[in-house]
Structure formats: C-alpha cells, structure tokens
C-alpha cells in the first residue's frame, strides 16, 4: 500500500474512531510496510474487545508484537489456532518464559509444520552462542605454524559477521533471490517440512559471474534470510606453508559450522582452494581439492545444516568433481545488473548523501549498460569526490548534482565486459553439459546493450 492510500485511510478512520474494520484495514498495511510502531500508536489505549475473528486478533498481536508490546500480544494471541499458537510462542520468547513458549511452539508446529521457524526454536530451546563483536578495524588473525589448529583459533578466523542483511538489501537480481529463496532459503527455513518429501536443508551452491556483480553480498543476504550464522573463509586461513596444515584447517572450519548450525561457510575466489587437479603442479594442491571434496559430502560428515556456499569469477577453473550432485550441485549465475536494477542500486548509494533536488537516476541506469555493481558504486564515488571538491572551494556543503553524476559518467567504464566476453567463448565451445545456458541467455537479451 502507497504512502498517500495509507494517508487517506487513516483521515478517514480518524473521522470514525469505533471502525474497527478500517483500522486492521490500516494495520495490515502497517505490517506489510513493517511499521508497526505506527500501528502500535494508532491503537495504544484503545479497547479492542470487539476484535473476535482469531485472524484479525494475529494482526493485532503481531503489530503488540512488532512494537516491542509482548505483554499486549499475549492478549490477543490467545486462540487455539496455529498462527495464534505461534505469535504466542514469539511472545513468550520475548518476555524470557522459554518453557511456556515451547509449549506454545510445539502446539504451533504440530497443527502446522510449515510454521517451523528455526531461529525461534533456537532462542526457545538455548542453542544459540553469543559471540564478543570484532573489534572495528582490528587485524584478522592468520596462524602460520606447523602446530595443530585449536578451536579458539578457528573461532577467531572466521568470527560470524556481526551485521546481518537480507535481500531488501541487495539492488536487483530478483531472478538470483528467487531462485536461492526456492532452493536454499525454504530447507533451512522448514526443515521439518522437507524432511517429509526426504529433502535435505544444506549442501552446497557455487555463484559465478563478472567481478563486482554482488556475489559476496548475495550470500551474506542469503544467509541473513536463514536466520544462520555467516562464516566468510578468506583463502589466507586457509593455506599454510606447512605440509598438512591446510587440511587440518579446512578441516577445523568445517567442524565449527557443524557445531553452531544452522550456518553458512561463504568461501569466496574458490578456485584458489578448489581449482583443476589436472593443471596442479603441486601435489598439495591436489591434495587440498581432495579434502574439500572429503568435507563436503564425506562417508564420516554430517553437514545437515551447513550450506557451503561458493564464489568464483572463472567457474571453468574450478574441478570438474565439485559439481557432483551432493556438492555444488547448484550452480548460479550472477549477472550484471539490468536497467531497474542499476536503477535501484543507485537509489541505495545515493541514500543519506546530501543531494541537491531529485536525481534521475533512470537516466544513469539507461545510460550505464554493462555497469557492475562496483562499477555504480564507483559512479557514485567519483561524483561524490567532485561535489567534496566543489564543497572545499566554495567554503560550505554543496551537494551531489546531476550535473557531477553526468561528469562521472563520462570518465567511468564498465568492467564487465572483458569477462562477459571471455565467458560466451566458454558457453559457446565448451557448453557440453549446458552449465553456461544462463549466461548464453543473458548474452542474448543484453548483447546488444
């Protein structure tokens, strides 16, 4: 619902207070749009005994909920239905009585499997770890010895992220979410409801495309959307000059994400860990693939629950073995972004600068065919630098003009299509299992851009 249709339905509902039909009218909006401090305001003292349809009573509840009102939500949430059953569970678990909640869950989750919310079991039954937050600007920790690789070493190599972002973050790609939210996102969000059809929630999906395209950013999204933990494994933590020692790292990374799951290992620029055996001149590298390969889908490892996602911009350097069902058996093409999404990613680097007017930013996303998303951000950047330069000269705050984008424009390239070219050689002479389809098909709807 649109700014000015929630503006009219709250006049008219201000004309006639007692309408409580219009006002869930306005608080379902409310929740659409996740304001429900605003609808938490609307009906702040106002008795809504009247309310008696269980749905319109979750609404309510919800909005108590949203609006950090558990007490409130509890009133409402008082039905034998599932949905009821589950609002109360999210209301117990916010006031600290985690064994009424339970209850609550367990009525919520038997009436109705898909309900299953793992992040809500996991604060109901205590399985979540807090972790101290990376101190800002400090170093990571690389361990370069030929000693073993303790749990607390491992805990500082990949320290989960602290700030979690979904895909409302993440400019475009709506074909990418769509297709990771069927496939990766629903297992880990309904375990018990897979389980049924016998389908597993973790396993592995490798993400190519042109550098700078948002690859890294998808699956941080991705695993924000599971509400799991997101280990981003540099390649540094990994190699060691010692003979073994990789092993035994890679090995010590993969038994943390066993241990704290539901959780996600991003390995990001994979082929420096998991490249061709039959290029390696060392057998150390071999050897490496060989134990990447081990825990993945190893006879002794049970990685129900960890998804291993992956992150390459030469997928046709990457041995052939990781693409077995069981491994990366999904397989994800990033594409640069189209014109309503290089539209969007600049609204959202354009968010919170001082702006003079309002850009028209479809006319730089017309304009910038081929821009990856670092390209934008780098678009943004440049006429950000002469709005600061213009700032300096004239003594005060002057701020980003059309007139310095349109200049930025001008002087910013797109990098994407040296990649691109050199990928619809691959799709073309080395497409036998049709694992470049996508990129074909990208090549022919924006080729001529």
Not at 21 to 26: G, K, N, S, W
Not at 302 to 331: I, S
Not at 362 to 380: E, K, M, P, T
Request: proline share 4%; aromatic share 6%.
């Amino acid at each position: 619902m649109d700014d000015s249709t929630l503006q009219s339905l709250k006049a008219a509902w201000q004309v006639t207070p007692d309408n409580h039909a219009l006002l869930l009218v306005i608080l379902r909006a409310c929740l659409e749009r996740e304001e429900a401090a605003a609808g938490w305001a609307l009906m702040a003292g106002r008795d809504l005994g009247a309310v008696t349809d269980p749905e319109d009573r979750i609404v309510v509840a919800r909005i108590c909920l949203g609006a950090g009102q558990a007490d409130a939500a509890l009133a409402y949430a008082d039905a034998a239905t599932a949905n009821a059953q589950f609002v109360r569970a999210e209301a117990l678990a916010a006031l600290g009585r985690e064994e009424e909640g339970r209850v609550a869950y367990q009525r919520a989750i038997a009436a109705n499997p898909a309900l299953q919310d793992m992040a809500l079991e996991a604060r109901l039954t205590g399985r979540v770890r807090t972790f101290a937050p990376r101190h800002e600007g400090g170093p990571r920790l690389t361990v370069i010895s030929n000693d073993d690789t303790a749990a607390l070493e491992v805990d500082r190599l990949i320290e989960p992220e602290a700030e979690r972002i979904s895909f409302a973050q993440v400019g475009g790609l709506d074909a990418v979410k769509e297709q990771i939210r069927r496939k990766v996102i629903l297992p880990f969000q309904k375990p018990g409801l897979f389980q049924r059809f016998k389908k597993r929630a973790g396993g592995g999906i490798l993400l190519y495309g042109p550098p700078g395209c948002g690859k890294t950013l998808i699956a941080r999204a991705t695993a924000g959307e599971c509400n799991a933990r997101f280990y981003n494994v540099v390649i540094s933590d990994v190699l060691d000059m010692y003979i073994g020692e990789s092993e035994r790292k890679l090995h010590a990374i993969f038994e943390k994400a066993r241990q704290t799951v539901p959780s996600v290992l991003f390995f990001d620029e994979i082929e420096a860990l998991g490249g061709k055996r039959q290029y390696s001149r060392e057998a150390t590298s071999a050897k490496m693939v060989s134990q990447f390969l081990t825990e993945m889908d190893g006879f002794a490892q049970n990685n129900t629950g960890v998804l291993v996602l992956g992150a390459t911009n030469v997928p046709w350097a990457v041995d052939p073995a990781f693409r077995r069902p069981g491994r990366f058996d999904r397989v994800q093409f990033v594409p640069p972004p189209d014109r309503a999404a290089r539209a969007r990613v600049l609204e959202i680097l354009l968010e919170g600068r001082p702006l003079e007017g309002t850009i028209d930013t479809a006319y730089f996303a017309q304009h910038s065919a081929g821009f990856s998303g670092a390209d934008l951000r780098n678009l943004v950047e440049t006429a950000v630098e002469e709005a600061i330069e213009s700032s300096i000269s004239a003594g005060r705050e002057m701020p980003v003009t059309e007139a310095h984008l349109r200049a930025a424009l001008k002087q910013v390239k797109p990098t994407t299509l040296e990649w691109l070219s050199t990928a619809r050689n691959h799709a073309r002479y080395a497409n036998e299992a049709g694992q470049y389809d996508e990129v074909l098909e990208f090549l022919a709807q924006h080729g001529k851009q």
